[in-house]
């Protein structure tokens, strides 16, 4: 199974330790870019089509208040025609911003190793070490499917916080708790958790460095992104 490009997206979930030397060997990233972009891209559209309505016309009033004052039926009306051309442009770019997410979240980890573990980890492993490791994160999106399909509307706030499965502490916040709060909780989800077990080791093996220093590195990189949410949610919210 870990021998082959689509035996490897089962491989990397079940059986890291071998998928994952496999890869250090023989890294191959094509087939798990595409299962990412197609899983990504399916639940992007679907939640797409079904944000709420009345919950977007809010957060658009609220935009404009807060940088023009009162709004007026007219501005409301602007404002909402192009939230949504916005939108029907943004469904069908998902699979390019997705696939640019992951060419920029790679270089960093490839420089990473690279630069502070003193490792001769190729651009072309990492990638292929990156994206096996994100595979519980194809699983969530999965999983999600049929939970959007089930429903006549997402609020906005939900949608952008991808917290459609209830897999992680947000699910469980008050609702009085702040977006910096919900940021946080968000982060403590089970699917991030086990692609940071993937990530360490696959890194670990890939780049030949000890499980400390891939454990590292990996959590060092996701600290600061969560850092960096939370701060962007205190700041914006």
């Known amino acids: 199974m870990e021998n082959s490009s689509f035996g490897r997206l089962i ?14 060997e023989r890294p191959t990233w094509a087939v798990a870019l595409i299962a990412m972009l197609a899983v990504g891209t399916v639940v992007g559209v679907l ?23 009162p709004a007026t039926p007219e501005q409301l009306e602007r404002g909402m025609e192009m939230a949504e051309k916005i939108n029907a442009v943004s469904r069908w770019l998902i699979p390019v911003i ?20 003193a490792s001769n980890l190729s651009f072309n492993s990492s990638f ?27 609020g906005v706030q939900e949608a952008q916080s991808g917290g459609i499965l209830a897999s992680s502490l947000a699910a469980f916040a ?13 982060s403590l989800d089970f699917f991030s958790i086990w692609t940071l077990v993937l990530l360490i080791i696959g890194y670990h093996l890939a780049a030949r460095v000890s499980k400390a220093t891939a454990a590292t590195v990996v959590l060092a990189l996701w600290a600061l992104y969560v850092a960096a949410k939370v701060g962007l949610s205190a700041l914006f919210g």
């Open 174 to 186: 008050p609702e009085d708790a702040g977006k910096a709060v919900r940021a946080l909780l968000s």
């Open 47 to 69: 939640v797409n089509k079904r944000i709420d309505q009345d919950e977007l016309r809010q957060v658009v009033k609220e935009r404009i208040e807060k940088s023009q004052g």
């Open 128 to 154: 292929s070490v990156l994206l096996h490791g994100f595979m519980p994160q194809a699983v969530s999106a999965l999983l999600a499917i049929p939970v959007v399909l089930s429903r006549e509307s997402i």
């Open 98 to 117: 997705s696939a640019a997410f992951y060419l920029l979240l790679n270089l960093i980890f490839w420089m990473a190793f690279r630069f502070f573990a």
């Open 11 to 24: 491989g990397a979930l079940f059986s890291p330790g071998k998928t994952f030397r496999s890869i250090a």
